[in-house]
């Protein structure tokens, strides 16, 4: 899929080939490159469940007063 040049959808894709060629230029092993892509999104997946948590915490605070 191309997109306009230089639309942030471009920008993306061009950060996402970047990394990709950097792992394959470095000839890193397929595990290593499926691990450190689950390691990024369960570190995303954990911190918006910290936000989720303290907003439902901040939401319980609010309803008792």
Do not use: F, G, T
Request: net charge negative; charged share 40%.
């Amino acid at each position: 899929m191309d997109y306009k040049p230089y639309s942030p959808e471009w920008h993306r894709k061009r950060y996402l080939k970047e990394a990709i060629d950097n792992y394959l230029d470095d000839y890193v092993e397929n595990d290593i490159i499926v691990n450190d892509i689950l390691d990024i999104l369960k570190s995303r997946m954990r911190n918006a469940l910290e936000n989720a948590n303290k907003l439902e915490d901040l939401i319980s605070k609010i309803n008792e007063e």
